[in-house]
């Protein structure tokens, strides 16, 4: 459908997953990603990159309700790669830069989003079949929420992944979720990531923590708490979808621990 509509030739094997399609693609003689959604919060991520309009994030050539045509990142210096290389304190500052400059864009009013409220659903239904193991961090997620300052839309996944980088733009977003909350949640995520061998390094957090409330002006303790709401979230869906939780509960204990 999409190939006749936006005139587009195959340029490579399609991504499937539950929730959305990746597609290389040719466009206008350039290399480009159809992206189609296939769950609402895909949607919701996808209108968002339209609003985004190519400030902070990957630009949206081409649209419609359900897909959207990408221009496609060379990725050829990867934050991944960095972060395990030895330059993870440079990597995390380039992950600040890029979520402050997503949320310094104007955003629409017909924009949907996800409020954070319910973005946590899934940690307090995880409380209740467990409390032993959320409730403190369930606790502080709920003051969170009720007290949040400096709302704005979130990307709502930022992490090393889904940052890649352009010759010509610098550092671009991509696969946003689509929320709206306290900006101090978008950089939660960082803490958690890239993955086990760089986040438990000993005194990473700490020396995280100091980085990000650097880069944002964010408070150390309001970072901390919503470390531990964050990582406490990620591991109840690690938990529900049958999967390893022993990173974001390794994460959350030791900001637990320097909450106290």
């Not at 045509?69 to 380039?94: H, P, R, V």
């Not at 209740?128 to 502080?140: N, Q, R, V």
């Not at 992944?161 to 010509?168: D, F």
């Not at 964010?218 to 869906?237: C, E, F, H, K």
Request: glycine share 6%.
């Amino acid at each position: 459908m999409y190939r006749h509509r936006w005139n587009l030739k195959d340029n490579g094997d399609p991504m499937v997953t539950h929730s959305s399609v990746l597609q290389p693609m040719v466009w206008d003689g350039n290399n480009v990603i159809l992206k189609i959604a296939l769950i609402n919060e895909e949607k919701q991520g996808n209108q968002l990159m339209v609003q985004w309009n190519g400030h902070g994030a990957a630009k949206v050539l081409l649209h419609d309700d359900n897909s959207i045509l990408l221009e496609q990142l060379s990725g050829e210096t990867a934050l991944f790669q960095m972060a395990q290389n030895g330059e993870d304190d440079q990597a995390t500052k380039i992950l600040c830069d890029v979520a402050r400059h997503l949320h310094s864009v104007e955003s629409s009013a017909k924009l949907v989003l996800s409020p954070l409220k319910q973005w946590f659903n899934e940690l307090f239904k995880a409380e209740e079949k467990d409390k032993a193991l959320f409730s403190e961090s369930a606790s502080i997620a709920r003051n969170l929420l009720e007290s949040q300052i400096n709302s704005t839309v979130l990307h709502g996944d930022l992490h090393h992944q889904n940052v890649l980088y352009s010759k010509e733009k610098g550092w671009l977003a991509i696969d946003p979720k689509g929320l709206y909350g306290e900006n101090t949640y978008e950089f939660a995520n960082l803490f958690c990531n890239p993955d086990h061998h760089v986040a438990l390094i000993p005194g990473r957090l700490e020396r995280l923590l100091d980085i990000v409330c650097n880069q944002t002006g964010i408070d150390r303790d309001r970072m901390l708490q919503w470390i531990v709401a964050y990582s406490a979230l990620s591991a109840s869906w690690s938990i529900q979808d049958g999967m390893d939780a022993a990173l974001a509960l390794s994460i959350n204990a030791q900001a637990l621990k320097l909450l106290s």
